[in-house]
């Protein structure tokens, strides 16, 4: 019988979300296959996960106390944080100097921060004379906070991509893949169907959002279950994931949205969460699921069919580039989540029907199915376990000759491609795209429409349009206004229903903005810029017609003013009556910005009697701005051909007459600068002949 | 240097007697500000072209299609020829033995040092919003404020009359010298002045966005500030009015006349269209100078009125940029810093400029009224 001394013990730590444990139990797994005395503690925290999927697994589970790094450095949470995360590392400190582990293991995340500090503290004492070396594994492309923090801490780092290489010291840094329980590399699909008691004609369908599920996947796969209901051999398994927050409450609310459906499914079963999951995979046909770096994977390695909806919005952009990457080696489906106008306003959402001919889809062509799989098996990596298993043992100083020492096949380096190329966040993407199209937003109105020939300037439209579309469901007002900006930029036809629902969205704004002057929930400068955005969309039929007559009467100025130029680039078209009339309405505004682009633009619209008679009370006014507005009036009046008769012509000039106009002069004159100025055309001409 | 170099000819006997002109401050004042007018015409020219040559042109925030494009490119940072010439002139007309001519200086050339740093990294940056981030900069005017707030608090140091060091000028209230009321501040005076030098220093700042702007709208209130660095500096002056005395505050009379002259010399080129811009450099001096004239004359809070146009500009832009463009996504007022939200309605920019200037000097004839009130 081995002494204490003899069996090697380990740490494991991380947690919060599933997908910072599942990994650790992947790579306990590897190690025990190589070393099965291995004993194993998990650390980690009372409200993660790691409570209901560690105990399962046989292994034991301690707690440490520790919370999420608040955002903003001088607040009272950071406060909370730093003390709660002091009591995290005494427990930790506790646990090791009882368990006395030969080496952590780190996952990441605010979990493992108790355990990865509490062995750096006693390196710096050199307590014991003994270190524990910790190992840490990262999951995703862009490495979280506590994993960049706690890298000059560990001995030995790996990574799942290699795009996430130069966030570590390349010394100790290694790409190893992301490990995978070995229940999902080799499923055993007969074993696993008989158990579920499966039929080999039945299909089955496995949806799940993550472990704490997917409101988007959720919702649409409920959504979705009506257009599925004569398919009689479909079985569906619905993880819908624990989250239970005051805004979302998935069980309940995929509970609620069931009953709302006209038949009640048959064959379609909803859990919270999927203790043996790794079963029901086995099992399925074709699975639903999130392009979280854990889930992609576990599919890849498993060799599954999967259509993959990413989660937009994320910093980075990180589950759309991973999920891209993977559709361009042909491994899943990609399904992209919409910005749609729900009960709650502005949601991403997924239209059920769509994702129902999706499934339909993919389920009737048993071919394409094949080849998804192959392609996802392809890029699937079998032995990141196994990797860092023996780097795990290699770095406590064990013998691993019990395990194949052939070498491991080198893991696949997927560099994400899409993460380097454009900004990712909002401001810099549309300076971007303004830069490549050469185009200020500013001058939208003046530019007019975004030509086809601007368009192909532009690199992977469509990830910019889908951006685009994202951030207009983003919280902050500042993304949203980027959103349109970048919606208009693209020229995205698509959204122009939204746009116009949000142009006309009156949800007021919060009590405090209001009291001090903010009127809706969609900004005044979301609303003109949506205006804008018309200019550079070009489009111009009812309903866009409908919404500028209703901006007309917005109670921000600028939108009125807008709305007022908008009006000016589209005026050869036949307009409503009505509309006419709303633009001569808006020359008595108040405002003196919309007064003057009122008059200016009846110039274009009105018939000569109606822009003379209306200009005519403005004449003597003393505010230059008015008298400019009606100058410009006139100036249109002329502009306009076979418009003006003789009769007219003198009665522009008796105006003109009366006009105040205090001295003739028009300009101040700076000979200097008029004299460079003309040197410097003349040259221009002459670059150009 | 002037004043001492009198004093020692007047000493050697009687035929320098006539000299004694040369130490009554209105002589000296007048002096000062014709030396720094005629430095500035003098050497500005040359100067300008140099700015020119070496690169520090205005980079124009891009936002406002109209207004920008005209203005790029003319050089900036004429601010060092005022601090320059006005040193130069503290130098040969001043004082060097007077306290307050020191802290004042000190405030100077501080300020003209933080603006330098700015604008040098502005024009690295190549774009209008480079520069010293909005909180290191309140934080530097934070710390040189408690460094001034404990200079003037000190017994050691300050140079105030001792009973009066901590007080603050209530407007219309008779000092107890006087048989009136003080209001004791002790240790919080030091918050106060940090206070005041950090809110009074960014005045300027803000202005400066039109031709002579800056320049033209300071002149009045630092003059008003001058008169009554005479009256307080005056034993029999104060007295009359009911001003506490403070000996020695006459200095700044030199000092202010100094700066008089050397923006209206700025002016002198920089009236539309400029030739010159003052830049952080100037603005920001022009501000840190502002704050410690108040403060050194104990007159604070008659700059409400003497300086309300710069309160304006300063109060609508906080309303309408931090309010307005940040929390509610939308204008409040036209454009924000106010100057151009009246070029948005049609003025020409000579006439706000114009305008702004009879505003400034209306409130400063209504801030040397109010001296007799009391």
């Not at chain 2, 009015?241 to 000092?255: A, D, G, K, M, R």
């Amino acid at each position: 019988m081995k002494t204490r001394r003899e069996i090697i013990r380990i740490i494991l730590t991380g947690g919060g979300s599933a997908g910072h444990v599942t990994p650790l139990l992947a790579i306990a797994e590897a190690l025990s296959e190589a070393n099965p005395t291995i004993e194993y503690l998990f650390v980690g925290v009372r409200q993660g996960m790691e409570t209901q999927v560690v105990p399962r697994k046989g292994i034991k589970l301690r707690y440490a106390c520790s919370r999420g790094m608040p955002e903003r450095v001088f607040s009272y949470e950071m406060l909370r944080f730093l003390v709660i995360l002091f009591f995290g590392i005494a427990n930790a400190l506790r646990i090791l100097l009882s368990f006395r582990p030969k080496i952590i293991i780190a996952s990441g995340g605010f979990s493992s921060a108790p355990s990865v500090f509490a062995a750096a503290v006693l390196k710096i004492l050199s307590i014991g004379w003994w270190r524990i070396p910790v190992y840490i594994h990262e999951q995703n492309a862009t490495p979280g906070r506590m994993n960049r923090f706690a890298a000059r801490m560990a001995s030995h780092i790996g990574v799942s991509h290699s795009t996430a290489l130069s966030f570590f010291p390349s010394s100790k840094t290694k790409v190893v893949g992301y490990p995978v329980r070995v229940s999902f590399i080799k499923p055993d699909r007969q074993k696993a169907r008989t158990q579920l008691q499966l039929s080999p004609e039945d299909e089955y369908l496995v949806v799940f959002g993550g472990s704490q599920g997917a409101r988007t996947i959720n919702r649409g796969i409920i959504d979705a279950l009506p257009f599925l209901a004569n398919r009689p051999r479909l079985h569906i398994f619905h993880a819908c994931g624990t989250m239970s927050g005051i805004e979302y409450n998935a069980l309940e609310d995929c509970r609620a949205r069931l009953q709302t459906l006209p038949n009640q499914p048959t064959n379609y079963k909803i859990v919270e969460y999927a203790h043996d999951l790794p079963i029901h995979l086995a099992a399925a046909d074709l699975v639903v699921i999130r392009a979280g770096a854990g889930s992609l994977l576990e599919i890849c390695a498993a060799g599954l069919p999967a259509i993959v909806i990413p989660k937009a919005n994320l910093p980075g952009d990180s589950q759309v580039a991973n999920a891209r990457e993977l559709e361009k080696s042909q491994a899943i489906e990609l399904f992209f989540e919409e910005p749609q106008w729900g009960e709650e306003g502005l949601i991403e959402a997924v239209s059920g029907e769509a994702l129902a001919a999706s499934i339909v889809n993919l389920l009737d062509n048993p071919q394409r199915r094949a080849t998804l799989a192959e392609a996802a098996k392809r890029n699937g990596d079998l032995y990141a376990a196994q990797r860092i298993a023996q780097e795990v043992l290699r770095l406590i100083k064990k013998d691993i000759s019990q395990t194949n020492i052939v070498p491991l096949p080198e893991p696949i380096t997927n560099s994400s491609r899409y993460l380097n190329t454009l900004p990712t966040t909002p401001i810099a993407l549309r300076r971007t795209v303004e830069n490549l199209l050469n185009v200020r937003w500013e001058a939208a109105f003046d530019h007019g429409m975004i030509e086809a020939e601007e368009l192909k300037l532009l690199p992977d439209l469509s990830y910019i349009r889908y951006r685009g579309a994202a951030l207009l469901v983003n919280d902050n007002w500042k993304n949203r206004n980027e959103g349109v900006k970048i919606l208009g930029l693209t020229r995205h036809h698509s959204k122009l229903d939204l746009l116009l629902k949000m142009l006309t969205d009156r949800t007021p704004a919060s009590p405090l903005q209001r009291r001090l002057g903010g009127d809706f929930f969609q900004v005044g400068f979301i609303r003109r810029n949506i205006i804008s955005a018309l200019a550079f969309l070009g489009i111009w039929d009812e309903r866009v017609q409908a919404a500028i007559l209703f901006a007309l009467k917005d109670p921000y100025y600028e939108v009125r003013s807008a709305a007022l130029r908008l009006l000016r680039n589209k005026a050869d078209l036949k307009c409503r009556e009505t509309l006419v009339s709303a633009i001569r309405h808006c020359i008595a505004d108040k405002n003196l910005e919309v007064k003057s682009e009122a008059l200016h633009t009846f110039g274009y619209y009105g018939s000569p009697e109606d822009v003379l008679d209306a200009g005519h009370a403005y004449l003597l006014d003393f505010r230059v701005i008015v008298r400019i507005g009606l100058l410009r009036s006139w100036q249109a009046l002329l502009s306009r051909e076979r418009v003006m008769n003789d009769v007219m012509y003198e009665k522009l000039v008796e105006e003109m007459n009366s006009f105040l106009l205090p001295s003739v002069s028009v300009q101040p004159y700076f000979p200097l600068k008029e004299q460079y100025s003309r040197i410097h055309s003349m040259l221009l001409n002459r670059e150009g002949s | 240097m002037i004043a001492e170099l009198a004093s020692f000819l007047m000493s050697q006997g009687e035929p320098y007697g006539f000299l004694r002109v040369l130490l009554y401050i209105s002589v000296r004042g007048i002096g000062a500000a014709m030396t720094t007018l005629l430095i500035m015409l003098i050497f500005s020219p040359i100067i300008i072209r140099k700015l020119y040559r070496s690169g520090f042109r205005d980079q124009q925030r891009d936002f406002d299609l109209h207004l920008a494009k005209s203005k790029q490119g003319t050089p900036t940072m004429g601010g060092i020829i005022v601090v320059g010439a006005v040193c130069i002139c503290m130098i040969f007309w001043g004082d060097l033995s007077n306290h307050y001519l020191w802290l004042i200086c000190s405030a100077f050339l501080f300020f003209a040092w933080l603006g330098f740093i700015d604008d040098r990294a502005k024009l690295r940056g190549g774009e209008a919003d480079a520069g010293l981030s909005r909180k290191m900069k309140l934080i530097l005017q934070t710390v040189y404020g408690l460094a001034f707030g404990l200079f003037l608090f000190y017994p050691a140091t300050t140079p105030f009359p001792i009973n009066i060091s901590d007080t603050i000028g209530i407007p219309f209230l008779k000092p107890a010298a006087h048989g009136g009321f003080d209001l004791h501040l002790s240790w919080l005076y030091v918050v106060f002045v940090a206070f005041v030098i950090v809110a009074v220093s960014n005045a300027v700042n803000l202005i400066d966005g039109l031709d002579g702007l800056a320049a033209g709208s300071s002149l009045p209130p630092l003059l008003v500030y001058s008169v009554l660095a005479y009256i307080l500096g005056n034993v029999k002056l104060s007295g009359y009015l009911l001003y506490p005395s403070l000996p020695e505050v006459h200095e700044l009379v030199v000092f202010v006349a100094a700066l008089a002259g050397a923006l209206v010399g700025f002016l002198w080129f920089n009236g539309y269209p400029a030739q010159v811009f003052m830049g952080d450099t100037g603005s920001l001096s022009l501000g840190g100078v502002m704050a410690a004239l108040i403060l050194l004359t104990k007159q604070e809070f008659l700059f409400i009125i003497a300086g309300g146009l710069f309160l304006y500009v300063n109060i609508t832009h906080v309303i309408g940029d931090r309010i307005g463009l940040n929390y509610l996504g939308r204008r409040i007022f036209y454009r924000t810093p106010i100057h151009h939200a009246y070029e948005h309605l049609g003025f020409a920019e000579t006439k706000v400029v114009l305008r702004f200037w009879i505003v400034a000097q209306v409130l400063a004839l209504l801030a040397l009224a109010t001296l007799k009130l009391r």
